[in-house]
């Protein structure tokens, strides 16, 4: 069974930084890429990083530079580091796993913005 757990949401100050994690169980962590999405009241859900099996990453232009994908596969883990943090960055974060068959997402932390 195929679990993700994020942690590290909070509240923080406009310009601040924290540092999501999400551990993986019960799948070959190492074979798959990964992903960040989040979700702000009223909105869509949007891809905020992505790494692939390899450490190859991708961020659309609205994070680019500010935020900071990782994984260590020795733990299962893929964090997002994110700093400079905008109120428009509230939103709940989730972590994604790609398999060769299904996506898996974990429960989602929430990550809020504000003074």
């Known amino acids: 069974q195929v679990q993700l757990v994020e942690s590290g949401g909070g509240l923080v100050q406009p310009g601040g930084s924290l540092r999501l994690s999400c551990a993986v169980s019960?799948?070959?962590?190492?074979?798959?890429?990964m992903a960040w999405y989040r979700q702000a009241p009223g909105k869509q859900r949007e891809v905020v990083a992505v790494?692939?099996?390899?450490?190859?990453?991708n961020y659309p232009e609205s994070v680019e530079g500010r935020f900071t994908v990782t994984r260590d596969n020795a733990k299962n883990t893929v964090y997002l580091q994110m700093n400079s943090l905008k109120p428009e960055d509230t939103a709940v974060y989730y972590c994604?796993?790609?398999?060769?068959?299904?996506?898996?997402w974990g429960q989602g932390t929430q990550v809020t913005v504000s003074s």
């Open positions: 994604k796993l790609s398999s060769t068959r299904y996506d898996y």
């Open positions: 019960g799948t070959m962590f190492s074979l798959y890429t």
């Open positions: 790494i692939n099996n390899r450490g190859i990453t």
